[in-house]
């Protein structure tokens, strides 16, 4: 079954302090990864699009890294700020009798001053 | 570049009662997808449109659930009749799907916010 788990459910930093969120997926065949962030209230925003063979993307203060052997990802958030709160989703897509994007429950970050 | 527009912000209606929301994707994007996200989960794809065709349906409670884009532009998606569990917020995302899947990007709308009592 193609799954998407995301950990932690929700995590409390400091401002100024870094993260890293998990992504795990079992879907097959692999297409691409991408990880959004989605304010409250607000739709998804797309950070970062990773195919097979990539391992490591950066937007900004944000970097994201696949291991497509061990089916994980990672999105790590550097020197985080309060606008950083908000929810990241991990979505994977892949080619399985048409294309399916299958999206991960989402991670939700609080950054404190 | 304007966004994806879409239109109530927010509804609230009684169960049984009928309900449509609106989405005006980018200008020129060809693909426009609905999702419904209920409150704690990603989103769930009900519909997913290539013009004015369906692509992928299959998700889409056809006994309750309709979408329609009939000139490939906007489109609608209306509930009729509503359940309490229909109560979740509504995306629409739009694309400029070309035919490299691995390097679509989506722009999603801010939603409507549905409750159902």
């Known amino acids: 079954k193609n799954q998407v788990e995301q950990s932690p459910q929700s995590l409390i930093i400091l401002e100024g302090k870094n993260c890293t969120l998990q992504?795990?997926?079992?879907?097959?065949?692999?297409?691409?990864l991408r990880w959004y962030k989605q304010d409250t209230g607000r739709g998804p925003v797309s950070l970062t699009i990773m195919t097979f063979s990539e391992n490591t993307k950066s937007n900004g203060r944000y970097t994201a890294t696949l291991d497509a052997d061990t089916k994980q990802s990672s999105l790590h958030i550097t020197a985080s700020q309060l606008s950083d709160s908000a929810s990241y989703i991990c979505v994977v897509s892949a080619y399985t009798g048409g294309f399916k994007t299958i999206f991960g429950a989402g991670t939700r970050l609080f950054v404190k001053a | 570049e304007a966004g994806v527009a879409q239109s109530p912000r927010y509804k609230i209606i009684e169960k049984r009662q009928s309900v449509a929301f609106w989405c005006n994707p980018i200008?020129?994007?060809?693909?426009l997808y609905w999702y419904q996200q209920i409150l704690g989960q990603g989103p769930k794809l009900l519909i997913q449109f290539q013009n004015n065709g369906v692509v992928d349906d299959s998700q889409l409670p056809k006994d309750r659930f309709s979408a329609e884009r009939l000139k490939g532009v906007d489109s609608t998606l209306k509930i009729q009749p509503a359940k309490l569990e229909d109560s979740a917020v509504y995306l629409c995302?739009?694309?400029?799907?070309?035919?490299?899947?691995?390097?679509?990007?989506?722009?999603f709308g801010s939603g409507t916010q549905l409750s159902v009592l």
């Open positions: 995302a739009s694309s400029s799907y070309t035919g490299i899947r691995a390097n679509e990007k989506l722009f």
């Open positions: 992504c795990n997926y079992t879907v097959s065949p692999f297409s691409n």
């Open positions: 200008s020129g994007h060809a693909t």
